[in-house]
């Protein structure tokens, strides 16, 4: 069983930075992402790094403004988040893929989740 534990979100105003972290309880050698959800809104697809390489995909909408990364030897993935906007306010979650190299943005193709941390942009 694997557990994710997200931290690092917050209260910040629009142009600030901040950096979520979340950490595997156990080894990820798969695809790891990002996803959030609005208030009111579906769950979408933020970022995902490869499980081996270092290759990223981002949403058009964070693209060149948030860079996903990890760190295998702690087990970890962030998300760093710049030059923020108020409609990222959202529930950010950690999710762990179920097949490698695929750097997918569909829900269904991760199979362990995080519970999530608030982030929230004042304009």
């Known amino acids: 069983q694997v557990q994710l534990v997200e931290s690092g979100g917050g209260l910040v105003q629009a142009g600030d930075s901040l950096r979520l972290s979340c950490v595997a309880s156990?080894?990820?050698?798969?695809?790891m992402a990002w996803f959030r959800q609005a208030p009111g809104k579906e769950r979408e697809f933020v970022a995902t790094v490869k499980w081996i390489g270092g290759n990223t995909r981002y949403a058009d909408s964070v693209k060149g403004r948030f860079t996903i990364s990890r760190d295998d030897g702690k087990n970890t993935v962030y998300l760093q988040m710049n030059s923020l906007k108020p409609e990222d306010t959202a529930v950010y979650y950690c999710?762990?893929?179920?097949?490698?190299?695929?750097?997918?943005?569909?829900?269904?193709?991760?199979?362990?989740w995080g519970q999530g941390t608030q982030v929230t942009v004042s304009s």
């Open positions: 156990g080894r990820t050698f798969v695809d």
């Open positions: 999710a762990r893929s179920s097949s490698r190299g695929r750097l997918s943005s569909f829900e269904y193709e991760y199979d362990y």
